[in-house]
């Protein structure tokens, strides 16, 4: 009788864990962040208690998507992992800085535009030509991430064109780049 019973419980339990499955997407063969995911990238499988995973139904959201992460074959697939707009873009550059809070304006967020200028380091006598004719590194770089260190200012993370990343990089090394936020559509 208590066979009986524990095989009825265990059908129950097994009955109720594949009700709850769901086809989601899965990764077929490894493919590296940056890539492109094509159909023969995916698989469909049956899986329970994956959360955020994507179902198999929006496939569609996901071939021709960028992974934003090094992806393993097996592996299922959460929004997280693609974009649709990957950075950097097709002639853009990632420069990461950490500014003073007097080199950068409060409140920066994703996607305000800052002028990029070239200050002299701090503490550095300055002629006024040097100060009222600043050089501009970059005219129109898109704040990517900001966060503010307590204490310490602001970590960013602009995205530039590519013809200037590597001189903003060298002036921020230096110490000597201040930030101006620009309107987002540009000056008319």
């Known amino acids: 009788m208590l066979f009986v019973v524990m095989a009825v ?3 129950g339990w097994f009955w109720q864990q594949r009700s709850e499955r769901q086809a989601v997407i899965a990764i077929a063969d490894d493919v590296p962040a940056g890539a492109v995911i094509t159909a023969d990238d995916l698989e469909v499988v049956e899986v329970a208690g994956v959360k955020g995973a994507i179902l198999s139904a929006d496939s569609d959201t996901v071939i ?4 934003a992460v090094g992806l393993v074959d097996g592996q ?3 929004p997280d992992m693609v974009t649709t707009n990957p950075l950097p873009g097709p002639g853009e550059r990632v420069v990461g800085l950490q500014l003073d809070a007097t080199r950068a304006p409060a409140g920066l967020v994703p996607g305000d ?3 990029a200028l070239a200050v002299p380091p701090a503490g550095d006598p300055s002629t006024p030509e040097q100060l009222d004719d600043p050089t501009v ?3 129109a770089a898109t704040v990517a991430s900001a ?4 204490g310490a200012g ?6 530039v064109p590519e013809p200037v990343a ?3 990089t060298a002036y921020v090394a230096a110490g000597r780049v201040a930030l101006v936020q620009a309107p987002i559509g540009g000056d008319e």
Not at 64 to 67: E, K, L, P, Q, S
Not at 147 to 150: F, G, K, M, Q, Y
Request: aromatic content about 0%; overall charge negative; charged content about 15%.
């Open 9 to 11: 419980l265990l059908a």
């Open 64 to 67: 021709g998507a960028t992974a």
């Open 76 to 78: 299922i697939l959460t």
């Open 113 to 115: 535009v800052v002028v």
């Open 137 to 139: 590194l970059a005219p």
């Open 147 to 150: 966060s503010e260190v307590e």
């Open 154 to 159: 602001i970590r960013l993370t602009l995205l």
């Open 166 to 168: 590597e001189r903003l």
